[in-house]
């Protein structure tokens, strides 16, 4: 079966740096992406990796190792607006997204 | 910027009901979404449409149908709700090619009672 594994939750203090990650078991790999879901709003676009290595955008970066199977979110210079779940996605080799089921990051002052 | 607009945020049905679910996407994307979000779950996908008039099942089709008859929208009809459908639901779009990033709406909490 196809398997996407997150941490439940996280907490981490404003200002500081916190890794959200992403393990995959899927048939076959086209790409991973991160988006950031703010509670009852929408999901939001923030990275896609396809290729290995780390991906920086702004205070965000996002990181993929395709041998491991693993992907993580980097998050710099927390603030409380990035208080949020973090939702990871796998296109599989049929271009079908597989979802995790996402981690809710808490920020504290 | 795009905006997917779904027609309702929250809706409070009764079981045996029929029941639509509307979503608006303004940027002329031909593909579409019905995903729902429940606790502890990743999203999972109902049915998707690439084209008007055209459609596809999802991982969980069962109880749904849905119509696209303009582009720009995309409906999702609970032919006879149930209590078991009491869930997040999403539309999302995006342009064609399988890497696009998909464009969600805020989602419509729907309770069947």
């Known amino acids: 079966g196809q398997n996407i594994d997150q941490p439940t939750e996280m907490t981490a203090t404003e200002g500081a740096i916190v890794q959200i990650n992403c393990t995959y078991q899927?048939?076959?790999?086209?790409?991973l992406f991160w988006y950031q879901q703010h509670a009852g709003e929408a999901p939001t676009f923030l990275s896609y990796?396809?290729l290995d290595g780390l991906e920086e955008k702004g205070r965000f970066s996002s990181f993929l190792s395709r041998s491991k199977g693993y992907s993580y979110l980097l998050l710099k210079e927390l603030q409380m607006k990035d208080s949020a779940s973090y939702l990871c996605?796998?296109?599989?080799?049929?271009?079908?997204?597989?979802w995790g089921a996402g981690t809710k990051l808490i920020i504290k002052p | 910027d795009v905006k997917v607009t779904q027609s309702s945020r929250y809706l409070v049905k009764r079981t045996g009901e029929k029941v639509f679910l509307e979503c608006v996407q303004d940027?002329?994307?031909?593909?579409m979404f019905w995903y729902r979000q429940d606790p502890g779950l990743g999203l999972r996908l109902i049915y998707f449409?690439?084209?008007?008039?055209?459609?596809e099942k999802g991982d969980i089709p069962e109880g749904y149908s849905v119509s696209r008859e303009k582009k720009e929208r995309f409906s999702l009809i609970l032919e006879s709700a149930s209590t078991n459908q009491t869930s997040m639901y999403l539309c999302?779009?995006?342009?064609?090619?399988?890497?696009?990033?998909?464009?969600f709406g805020d989602g419509t909490r729907l309770s069947i009672l």
């Open positions: 999302a779009s995006n342009l064609p090619g399988q890497v696009q990033p998909q464009h």
């Open positions: 996605a796998v296109l599989d080799s049929n271009y079908q997204l597989i």
């Open positions: 899927t048939s076959g790999f086209n790409g």
């Open positions: 990796n396809v």
């Open positions: 449409s690439y084209d008007v008039k055209m459609k």
């Open positions: 940027m002329d994307h031909e593909n």
